[in-house]
Nanobody, 122 residues
Framework: AVQVQEFGGESVQAGGSLLLTCAYT????????LAWSRQAPGKERERVAR???????TYADPVKGRFTISLDSAKNTLTLEMNRLGPEDTAMYYC????????????????WGQGTQVNVSL
């Protein structure tokens, strides 16, 4: 079974950068989708970015141009590089995975981690 674990959340000042990492194990198929989502206090979880094994990426509008999702299959890691952070980016960030499916048309992923907290202050 696929398992994921997130690392790297911390408190930063607005305008700063942060790199989140997700270590994953257990994929059986080459075709896969991995993603980052986030949930701020009092809000619903929202999609941040997705990437599939072919390197096709999609981003939510609020993070386009600031965040970069990357997949390193050799190291079994997914990363999220976050730049120009603002208080609106404060949230719990979750890594997700789906084995055997590409991201296109995928409503949701079936494996999610416990999350890593990002706090951005002015």
């Amino acid at each position: 079974a696929v398992q994921v674990q997130e690392f790297g959340g911390e408190s930063v000042q607005a305008g700063g950068s942060l790199l989140l990492t997700c270590a994953y194990t257990g994929f059986r198929w080459k075709t896969r989708c991995l993603a980052w989502s986030r949930q701020a206090p009092g809000k619903e979880r929202e999609r941040v970015a997705r990437i599939d094994n072919d390197g096709v990426t999609t981003y939510a509008d609020p993070v386009k141009g600031r965040f970069t999702i990357s997949l390193d299959s050799a190291k079994n890691t997914l990363t999220l590089e976050m730049n120009r952070l603002g208080p609106e980016d404060t949230a719990m960030y979750y890594c997700g995975a789906q084995d055997g499916a590409s991201c296109r048309g995928l409503a949701d992923l079936n494996v999610w981690g416990q999350g890593t907290q990002v706090n951005v202050s002015l």
